[in-house]
């Protein structure tokens, strides 16, 4: 049994893990302070209720991201082999598309943010002082889906020290103008929700231009090839894979917004205020190792596409560590309203989030396991299954809730929304454990079969 265990624990690259786990880890649980800052250094009473709207404008850019950021792992990770004039096209390739595509998206978010602010139903005290954040804070998404298009890239070409640098750099620039312009410090300008936005806008181009600069000295050696436009020779490849993983995102993120955190939204302010701080105390600490090491998972499996075993052995070493995690999540749950009280010392948000914790916790223990679990997708470049899971599920639990809600029969409460996103995590946990087995036992025997 012990020589098992061992021989799981070995197969994977810790090193690779430890440095994403840096990249993400050092800004989330940064994150944790800014949301404190926001909540409690800020003078204005519904500061946390005005940034916590972002996070509707984060499931749209989490689409576009989903999309085109993270078919990276296969269309870079598959070919490690090959040589540097290969990689490097489909680096150049990648990041014009990511670039264009992602600028008239934010400009199309800019233009369109009224009717956003109505759409997600902002409470009407909150909505001018949010028109203008979101103003602001819009044009960083260019920015920050390129630096992780640029880390994504050093990730899968193996380029781990650099990953490290990224994280470090991320967190200064965070720290430095977060403090600068609303941090409640006596050399702080005050700048209030605004500051935000714009510590954010700044943060996100200042941390692209140090990958940018990273990337193009790694790749020195080649920077007469740098001069040539890129060929898009290879885009089909990269675009199905991301179609697959857009559609996921798409379809799942439509259900969420719609059927949680918007009527969440029309709940009242200390419900979505609670709510957002349960999600910011999972998203911004305890999810983070598991996410550091799904992205691990995304670039081991990819360099490993070729070879079917070699790819199971991996998902079992990742059950085995994925689980280890769980059992320090269960050791942690007991801190949680310690967490949430050092968030904000509103009482009546720490109560909201204790609830919307409770709720989610052991869904969210599922959670867990179905992002390593998809990990093996993206590196097999299989992610038509992530569409089906999402088509799936949000057409049986959330199409079913909604068509309830349309029709008077269900009057949406904060703890039953709760549970509403229990059980489509829950049905949603069951589909991607088939399709895990079709990707990993089903197809490749009907291949072998076809093969004779």
């Given amino acids: 049994m ?18 994403i786990l840096l990249f993400l ?7 944790l302070y800014r949301v404190h ?28 991201q989903e999309a085109t950021v993270l078919a990276i792992f296969f269309f870079l990770g598959s070919q490690i082999r090959s040589g540097q004039s290969v990689q490097l096209d489909r680096a ?16 199309g ?37 390129l630096a992780a298009a640029t880390v994504v890239m050093f990730e899968a070409m193996g380029m781990r020290a650099l990953v490290f640098v990224m994280a470090i750099v991320n967190v200064l620039l965070r720290f430095v103008l977060d403090s600068l312009l609303f941090g409640g410090y006596a050399f702080s300008l005050d700048a209030g929700v605004m500051g935000v936005g714009w510590s954010t806008l700044l943060a996100s181009a200042g941390l692209f231009a140090v990958g940018l600069a990273l990337l193009l000295l790694s790749r020195g050696t080649l920077s007469e090839s740098l001069k040539t436009p890129p060929s898009f020779a290879d885009m089909r490849e990269y675009l199905r894979v991301g179609l697959g993983s857009g559609a996921d995102s798409l379809i799942r993120n439509v259900a969420y917004f719609f059927m949680i955190i918007r009527i969440v939204n029309t709940i009242g302010a200390e419900e979505i205020g609670g709510y957002y701080v349960a999600i910011q105390i999972l998203w911004s600490f305890m999810l983070v190792p ?16 070729g070879d079917i075993a070699r790819v199971r052995t991996l998902w079992r070493s990742s059950m085995l560590i994925t689980a280890g995690m769980m059992v320090i999540w269960i050791a942690l749950a007991p801190a949680f309203p310690t967490f949430a009280g050092l968030l904000t010392d509103d009482p009546a948000t720490v109560g909201w989030a204790i609830t919307a914790f409770g709720i989610l916790f052991v869904p969210y223990v599922l959670f867990s396991f179905n992002t390593v ?10 992610t038509q299954y992530m569409a089906y899971q ?8 959330y199409l079913v809730a909604f068509l309830l809600y349309a029709a008077g029969l269900w009057q949406p409460t904060f703890e039953s929304v709760m549970a509403l996103f229990a059980l489509g995590i829950l049905v949603d946990s069951f589909l991607t454990v088939f399709f895990l087995l079709k990707a990993l036992y089903i197809d490749p025997s009907r291949q072998a079969a076809n093969a004779l």
């Fill in 2 to 19: 012990l020589g098992y265990l061992r021989y799981y624990l070995q197969v994977w690259d810790w090193r690779l893990f430890l440095f």
């Fill in 25 to 31: 880890g050092l800004p989330n649980v940064y994150q």
């Fill in 37 to 64: 800052l926001v909540g409690n250094a800020i003078p204005d009473a519904g500061s946390l209720a005005i940034v916590s709207q972002w996070q509707f404008v984060g499931l749209v850019v989490e689409v576009f």
């Fill in 92 to 107: 150049k390739s990648v990041f014009t598309f990511i670039f264009l595509a992602s600028l008239v998206f934010a400009v």
């Fill in 109 to 145: 978010v800019f233009f369109f943010r009224d009717a956003f602010i109505t759409l997600i139903g902002t409470s009407e005290e909150i909505q001018q002082e949010t028109r203008g954040f979101l103003g602001i804070s819009i044009f960083s998404i260019p920015f920050t889906i």
């Fill in 290 to 305: 598991v996410l550091a090491f799904a992205d691990s998972a995304k670039a081991l499996v990819a360099n490993a596409s």
């Fill in 373 to 382: 679990i998809d990990s093996v997708f993206y590196g097999l470049g299989k």
């Fill in 390 to 397: 999402s088509i799936l599920t949000n057409g049986t639990v």
